[in-house]
C-alpha cells in the first residue's frame, strides 16, 4: 500500500490493530469489525500469499484454499510489485516461530 491510501480512518483502524494483544482480542475485533465473508475473504488472501513465496503453483493454491485464479493472480502481483507487506509479516511469523522451537 502507498501512502495513497493514508487518512484518518485508515490511521486509526492500524492504531486500533495494533493496540491487539493477543490472538483472542484479534478474534474478538475482527468478528465486530468484519463480516464473516470479510474476514473469510482476507484470510484466504494471506494464505494465498504465504503458499505463492512457497512457491506452489495456482493448481494446488485453489485445492488448498478454494480461492479464484483472479484472486491469486492478484495476490500474486502484489507479492511481486507491492510494498513487501507479506514479506515483512511472513519473515517475522517465521522467525517467531523459530524462536519458540528453540
Same mark, same amino acid.
Given at each position: 500500500?502507498?501512502?495513497?491510501?493514508?487518512?484518518?480512518?485508515? !490511521?486509526?483502524?492500524?492504531?486500533?490493530?495494533? #493496540?491487539?494483544? #493477543?490472538? !483472542?482480542?484479534?478474534?474478538d475485533?475482527?468478528?465486530?469489525?468484519?463480516?464473516?465473508?470479510?474476514?473469510?475473504?482476507?484470510?484466504?488472501?494471506?494464505?494465498?500469499?504465504?503458499?505463492?513465496?512457497e512457491?506452489?503453483?495456482?493448481? !494446488?493454491?485453489?485445492?488448498?484454499?478454494?480461492?479464484?485464479t483472479?484472486?491469486? #493472480?492478484?495476490?500474486?502481483? #502484489?507479492?511481486?510489485? $507491492?510494498?513487501? $507487506?507479506?514479506?515483512?509479516?511472513?519473515?517475522?511469523?517465521?522467525?517467531?516461530?523459530?524462536?519458540?522451537?528453540?
Amino acid at each position: 500500500m502507498g501512502r495513497k491510501l493514508q487518512d484518518d480512518n485508515v !490511521d486509526f483502524l492500524f492504531k486500533a490493530v495494533l #493496540s491487539l494483544k #493477543s490472538e !483472542d482480542e484479534c478474534y474478538d475485533f475482527f468478528e465486530d469489525l468484519l463480516t464473516v465473508q470479510e474476514l473469510k475473504a482476507i484470510s484466504q488472501r494471506i494464505v494465498v500469499a504465504k503458499m505463492l513465496s512457497e512457491k506452489c503453483v495456482y493448481t !494446488d493454491i485453489v485445492n488448498a484454499t478454494g480461492a479464484s485464479t483472479a484472486t491469486i #493472480s492478484r495476490v500474486n502481483r #502484489s507479492l511481486q510489485y $507491492g510494498c513487501d $507487506g507479506y514479506d515483512k509479516i511472513f519473515d517475522r511469523i517465521r522467525t517467531a516461530e523459530e524462536d519458540e522451537q528453540l
